[in-house]
């Protein structure tokens, strides 16, 4: 079946502008996740989602950043009055089960958005 | 700040050796997971290891899991040219996975 996918793969924003980064999760998964990573680095957590409740938003590096999952499936991450430090790789994941529980299966993981803010 | 690292940073080896890789982490994990990453792609789930387990295998892969040190290897054995990415170790605890920044491998024909 259909993987994780982004969209867009890839995006061009002047510092200043609202961008808004989409995910379309594996059907029936019912937790999502959203991660930044920096070129060079490993992926950093940003926000998970279980349906559409967002659990844990601890990892959003400021108010500039939103995450909304309304229907329990699809999400998007918001970033307003983007800055040069935006610029990265927003990775977005889903996994079959609830997370934190004790036997966590596989989150798997779309291609990601490149995120370049001049 | 990362909960796991990578050791070695780079690895370059040739075809048909093995490839061994480290993750070291701070703090008591539920399981913890290797990730493969080609350039410009997403990750890749290659391997879970519970934390009550202490040796895993899957094809090729051998993770062994050390909790007393919170540490982890992932071996690539007959390494192939195809192997070259870059490799995560992922802790689980509480729902949030934590990643380190990597080991980036060069498998050369």
């Known amino acids: 079946g259909a993987g994780v996918s982004q969209s867009p793969r890839y995006k061009v924003a002047k510092r200043g502008q609202d961008v808004a980064l989409r995910c379309d999760p594996i059907?029936?998964?019912?937790?999502l996740f959203w991660y930044q990573q920096a070129l060079g680095q490993g992926p950093e957590f940003l926000t998970y989602?279980?349906?559409?409740?967002?659990?844990?938003k601890s990892g959003l590096p400021s108010d500039r950043f939103f995450a909304e999952r309304p229907e329990g499936s699809v999400s998007t991450l918001k970033i307003q009055r983007t800055q040069k430090e935006d610029s990265a790789v927003y990775l977005c994941?889903?996994?079959?089960?609830?997370?934190?529980?004790?036997?966590?299966?596989?989150?798997?993981f779309g291609p990601g958005t490149r995120l370049l803010v001049l | 700040s990362q909960q796991g690292e990578e050791d070695p940073q780079a690895l370059s080896i040739q075809e048909g050796e093995n490839a061994t890789m480290n993750c070291s982490y701070k703090?008591?994990?539920?399981?913890l997971q290797w990730y493969r990453q080609n350039s410009g792609r997403g990750l890749v789930h290659l391997i879970l290891?519970?934390?009550?387990?202490r040796e895993k295998h899957s094809g090729r892969l051998r993770v062994t899991l050390d909790t007393s040190k919170k540490s982890s290897s992932l071996l690539i054995t007959a390494s192939r040219a195809a192997d070259t990415a870059s490799y995560f170790c992922?802790?689980?605890?509480?729902?949030?996975?934590?990643f380190g920044d990597g080991t980036t491998l060069t498998v050369k024909p």
């Open positions: 994941a889903s996994s079959s089960t609830r997370a934190g529980l004790q036997v966590q299966e596989t989150q798997y």
């Open positions: 703090t008591s994990i539920n399981n």
């Open positions: 290891i519970r934390s009550n387990e």
């Open positions: 059907s029936g998964h019912v937790s």
């Open positions: 989602f279980q349906n559409e409740a967002q659990l844990d």
């Open positions: 992922a802790t689980s605890r509480a729902g949030k996975s934590t």
